[in-house]
């Protein structure tokens, strides 16, 4: 899981578990961005979301752009 080390090493944090009325989510931060924001899936291992947190922040590195399961996008 080198996105989550790096970004762990760069300052910032990842976090496991509830949030608000998600059962459990995984989220990361690189202290002044979110990177990610993930809804553990029915079924969904641990293992499983953290490879999936690790890819997604792969892709904000890549592009920039956060990975946002929780937040609907804004209507227009």
């Known amino acids: 899981m080198k996105n989550i080390e790096a970004l762990i090493e760069d300052g910032g944090d990842i976090t496991l578990g509830r949030l608000s009325v998600i059962d459990c989510a995984a ?35 890549d592009t920039d752009e956060p990975v946002d399961e929780i937040n609907p996008p804004a209507e227009r």
């Open 27 to 61: 989220t990361a931060s690189t202290g002044h961005n979110v990177a990610a924001m993930l809804v553990r899936r029915d079924g969904e291992t641990l293992t499983a979301l953290l490879k999936r947190l690790d890819r997604a922040i792969g892709h904000f590195y």
